[in-house]
């Protein structure tokens, strides 16, 4: 079998990677990356609904868990979002703003891979796809790492090789394997920014809600929350606030929602008594409420009533119906329609400002591998740029 000498071999041609790679390759190292898709950046073509969001413009480390809440500051305040943004622009890329500072590709988000791949063959990186890591091993050149197709020796070794999401695009965890070969602690990993399963009983209540979606205030039972919509779906609950607050659920907990979190119920229904006291109190919150959704609920929690026969304890119930609304998710629908992977090699293990191991010199970790998980919409791709570049200035 052949062995490639390279200065720099990066695992994983996802964000973090070819980040990585253009950086250390402009600097004039030998860069060589591998992973084991048939194409780069397949995680990338297929976010945002095919257009990504690659970046939010109001990254910031209070974005993203980590055990270690400093960690991401170094990283993301000498590579940020204006900084990735002002590389797309330079190559014309066509992009629009969203709510909340999300930024999508306005096409397609080959338009931004190709921008990607680009940077990547002026930085005279090369690449081989379908090739698979089967050992690693450190010696006095740096690392030899052995593959199905051939062996790499080179003097920096970076691992690039993203979570457990989306099995279906090759997720692996080699990335903790090596981390754990050369004695790095892996936290725990879970599935994050992912969809809710809910209990049968809770199932059948909601069945025919698929496809409605509300704008709600989503808490946890610590009290983090996030105002965005929720979305009923055939297995259980989805929708931005639903992927956000996930990333901080545990099993066994519930969740709050606040269905009208804009007015205040209570209020609202002392109007009504005023200004329309004939119409049943049914009809007036599927006024401002999805009617399929109130007729779901009203059985059990909506009086059978005109509005002007509520009384005050009615009042009182529905008010805190509707906006302390508490439900316990059965799961999540884990690492197949997760965004993300929660948890990952231990950042205490790392430097902040090279991701490089404490314990292993010449070993790198970047990106969704290691413990910073950010929120849903564009954190995650941004982390991973700030990483691939702070890496990739020093391999």
């Not at 909601?206 to 996030?226: A, M, R, W």
């Not at 997760?338 to 205490?348: P, R, Y």
């Not at 910073?372 to 995650?380: A, K, P, R, S």
Request: net charge neutral.
């Amino acid at each position: 079998m052949t062995t490639i000498t390279t200065d720099v071999l990066i695992i994983g041609a996802g964000a973090a990677g070819l980040m990585c790679a253009a950086t250390a390759g402009y600097r004039g190292r030998s860069v060589s990356v591998i992973d084991m898709g048939k194409k780069p950046a397949r995680k990338i073509l297929i976010s945002g609904g095919g257009r990504c969001n690659f970046t939010n413009t109001n990254a910031s480390p209070e974005n993203y868990i980590c055990q270690n809440p400093h960690f991401t500051k170094s990283a993301l305040s000498r590579y940020s979002a204006d900084d990735f943004i002002e590389l797309v622009d330079r190559h014309g890329l066509a992009y629009h703003h969203k709510t909340l500072g999300q930024l999508f590709c306005d096409n397609s988000a080959q338009d931004l891979v190709d921008i990607l791949l680009t940077e990547f063959e002026w930085a005279g990186v090369n690449i081989d796809m379908r090739t698979e890591v089967l050992s690693v091993s450190a010696n006095n050149n740096g690392y030899l790492v052995t593959t199905n197709n051939q062996n790499y020796q080179c003097q920096s070794l970076v691992v690039a090789s993203g979570g457990l999401t989306m099995p279906k695009l090759g997720a692996s965890p080699i990335g903790y394997k090596i981390a754990e070969q050369f004695g790095l602690h892996v936290l725990p990993t879970t599935a994050a920014l992912v969809p809710f399963t809910l209990h049968d009983h809770d199932k059948q209540r909601f069945d025919g809600l698929s496809g409605i979606s509300i704008y709600c205030q989503v808490s946890n039972e610590n009290g983090t929350s996030f105002n965005e919509n929720i979305l009923f779906t055939h297995r259980g609950l989805s929708g931005p606030a639903i992927l956000q607050i996930s990333s901080y659920w545990r099993a066994g907990q519930a969740i709050t929602i606040n269905l009208l979190p804009e007015q205040t119920l209570s209020e609202t229904i002392t109007q009504w008594q005023k200004d329309q006291p004939q119409k049943s109190i049914k009809n007036l919150l599927s006024s401002i409420l999805p009617k399929r959704f109130i007729d779901a609920i009203a059985q059990e929690n909506i009086p059978d009533k005109a509005v002007k026969q509520l009384n005050h304890a009615d009042i009182a119930a529905l008010h805190q119906y509707f906006h302390y609304w508490q439900i316990k998710p059965n799961g999540t629908e884990g690492y197949r329609t997760a965004e993300v992977t929660l948890g990952g090699v231990d950042t205490n293990e790392l430097s902040s400002k090279t991701f490089a191991s404490k314990k292993q010199q010449g070993l790198y970790f970047i990106g969704e591998v290691i413990d910073v998980t950010g929120w849903l919409g564009g954190y995650n791709f941004q982390f991973c740029w700030s990483s691939g570049v702070a890496c990739g200035q020093v391999v």
